[in-house]
């Protein structure tokens, strides 16, 4: 049987909320009200067959790239599974990064392909080395998969080391899958796209997690146009054709994205001071801090993590995402953007529950 599932996927629709929720990924929702648009000008129906030009444009603009190398998709999600669809034979093998945001491998594991893993560890801060990289190869890896930022950990990826990586893969004739879902997250000197580093670059992203607005199901891959066709054409056995309202409103907010970004960003940086002091007076939990990002991965350094966020949720209505989703029973990430009150007392309510275990 092919595997046919994300157990992640499963948990976070169906049991991540809590009062104080800290299961999230991507911010605050960014209400409708407030982007600026003539509601009149929406369509239903769209020239769009393979993709809406003024779509199109907005996401080569933003990227300064060739419309020609840009695939609309159905958020990150469909753009993940269309590129690896796309590069991937059932048997070629795929190397992932562990800890990894689950439905990658998912995807991955129902193509047929063979899952191998090189390992970014906490004791040098998550960093992707190219040298772990280079040492999983073999010659039948047809695609490295990186996440940048890193879901859980939120570290960046320098250029030169998606260079590094981008030599080991030509070295083999393999591609690069870079999720950039949420780079627009570093809000100062955002690195360009690493689609720009070489044509082994596959990149994909979307408007879901850094902008608000999940709902419009924005995403896309940047690819080099002969697998940009393969891709569009392989779409044509999935979803088709894009929801034409939905790449209306995406045109519009790609017209006001800096709107969108500052009021995501003035809560994301205040729940990362919270977190920052949070993680400075609790002895029991560790993290790696980062400067950008929406989430960060804890490590719970004595008991058991699970029990742990049982009695969270239970006694704290608090939710956080089990570290065993990443493949890291001792982790368990949360996430910031949304609400910053909620956030503080979603942190007390934390602190509380590490009181109520120590005794
Ligand atoms: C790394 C990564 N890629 C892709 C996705 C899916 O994003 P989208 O909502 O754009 O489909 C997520 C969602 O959490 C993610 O964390």
Redesign the pocket.
Known sequence: MRHKQSDYMRWSKTESRARFNLAT??VAAFPLRDLPLDLKTLEINGENSYGYAPLQNAIAQHYAVDPECVVESA????A?HLAMAAILEPGDEVLIEHPA?G??LDVADYLGAKVNRFYRREETGWVVDSEAIRRRITPKTRLIVI?NLH?PTSVLTSDSVLREIGDVARSIGALVLV?E??LDAVYENTPQTSFHLGAEFVVTS?L??VYGV?GLRC?WILVRPDLAWKMKSLNDLYSATPVHPGELLSVAAFQHLDLLRERARRIVEADRKLLHDFLARETNVSAVRTKWGTTSFVRLKNGNTDAFLDRLRADFDTSAVPGRFFEMPDHFRIGMGVNTEMFREGLNRISETLRSIRK
């Open positions: 990924s991507g958020g990150t999600s469909m993940n945001y439905p990658i996440t879901n999720d879902a949420y979307s879901t997690k999940s995403g």
